[in-house]
């Protein structure tokens, strides 16, 4: 039996991948979360510098489609200005946490996701398919199996 073959990458915002249509540009929100302000500037932007699909992936990723290598720099300058990107390349690239959807603020789970958001920098350089999901409980981690989980059941004190 053969190895399977990996093709390309899990593109970002400053690494995006070549397609068919155009590049794609996929972007991490931050938590898991866009509010109503950054879902419209999505929209806007994607019909400005793409193709106007904005895809969901399975990991909670939203990817704009259809953009031109022309217009990538000022499409990455314009999510920068909404809050929906890393400024720096190789953080966005290590930051690929999922997070439960139905946390809380303040919980366990955001304080795992701000730690670990901290730690990136220091870390060794990650594969190319990374992820981490932090869990407030057993078997709540709703995308495929990540590379790194952390769980935060049973409870602990502290």
């Not at 400005?48 to 022309?70: K, P």
């Not at 495929?144 to 049973?154: D, E, K, T, V």
């Amino acid at each position: 039996m053969s190895e399977p073959l990996v093709k390309g990458w899990c593109p970002g915002a400053h690494r995006p991948m070549r397609s068919g249509d155009g590049l794609v540009v996929r972007l991490r929100p931050f938590r898991g979360e866009v509010s109503a302000v950054q879902v419209l500037a999505l929209c806007d932007l994607s019909q400005r510098y793409g193709s106007g699909l904005i895809e969901l992936t399975s990991r909670g990723n939203l990817q704009i489609r259809g953009v031109s290598s022309e217009d990538h720099p000022a499409l990455l300058q314009a999510l920068d200005g909404h809050g929906l990107i890393d400024s720096d390349p190789a953080q966005e690239s290590r930051r690929n946490i999922l997070v439960a959807p139905d946390r809380a603020a303040s919980d366990l789970t955001d304080r795992l996701y701000d730690a670990l958001l901290a730690t990136l920098p220091g870390l060794p350089p990650c594969p190319r398919r990374w992820a981490s999901c932090s869990t407030p409980g057993p078997g709540r981690c709703w995308a495929p199996a990540p590379a790194i989980s952390g769980s935060s059941w049973p409870p602990t004190a502290g």
